[in-house]
T-cell receptor
């Protein structure tokens, strides 16, 4: 069965510190894509980063990096140098063949000044 | 502005009614996806269209239907509405179905069924 799990309902981080948001996934398909999205309080969903299952290198986009551990089926998001504007809900998602998309339940991140 | 336009932003309607949510994808994007986000179910994939044709179906109820028109805009029709249909409905678009760059989401339509 396809599943995305985010076990941290809420996280706090001090401004300028790094934070890791956990995501584990389950799929039997060898080809899949992993995504992270940010949802601020205004409601829109903002694409952050993508990792393909065959990608050898961990994806990075500015202050965001994805710590992809294929054997452990984990795709943790690392945010470096946290900013107040990073306070939001963060969703991990997986796309599998057939173009089905599965989202985790989200992690609420609060950046403390 | 993400480039994906959803209207209306807010909708309040009564149980048993029918509503239509509209989505205009980002310029150049051929694929449109609909998602439902509710407090108890999280974010659920409903349906995807590519260039006017249905490509994938998720947890979409039979009371719901969608289509993508020749100009690539899409509409999600929700009928016989129930209280549990209250949610934030997102539309997203991408150039092609397997876009590695992720999908661009609209700002959503918040539906409240009373």
């Amino acid at each position: 069965a396809q599943k995305i799990t985010q076990t941290q309902p809420g996280m706090f981080v001090q401004e300028k510190e790094a934070v890791t948001l956990d995501c584990t996934y389950d799929t039997s398909d060898p080809s899949y894509g992993l995504f992270w999205y940010k949802q601020p309080s205004s409601g829109e969903m903002i694409f952050l980063i993508y990792q393909g299952s065959y990608d050898q290198q961990n994806a990075t986009e500015g202050r965001y990096s994805l710590n992809f551990q294929k054997a452990r089926k984990s795709a943790n998001l690392v945010i470096s140098a946290s900013q107040l504007g990073d306070s939001a809900m963060y969703f991990c998602a997986m796309r599998v063949p057939g173009n089905q998309f599965y989202f985790g339940t989200g992690t609420s991140l609060t950046v403390i000044p | 502005d993400s480039g994906v336009t959803q209207t209306p932003k807010h909708l309040i309607t009564a149980t048993g009614q029918r509503v239509t949510l509209r989505c205009s994808p980002r310029s150049g994007d051929l694929s449109v996806y609909w998602y439902q986000q509710s407090l108890d179910q999280g974010l659920q994939f409903l349906i995807q269209y590519y260039n006017g044709e249905e490509r994938a179906k998720g947890n979409i109820l039979e009371r719901f239907s969608a289509q993508q028109f020749p100009d690539l805009h899409s509409e999600l029709n929700l009928s016989s509405l129930e209280l549990g249909d209250s949610a934030l409905y997102f539309c997203a678009s991408s150039v092609v179905p397997q876009a590695a760059s992720g999908y661009t989401f609209g700002s959503g339509t918040r539906l409240t069924v009373v």
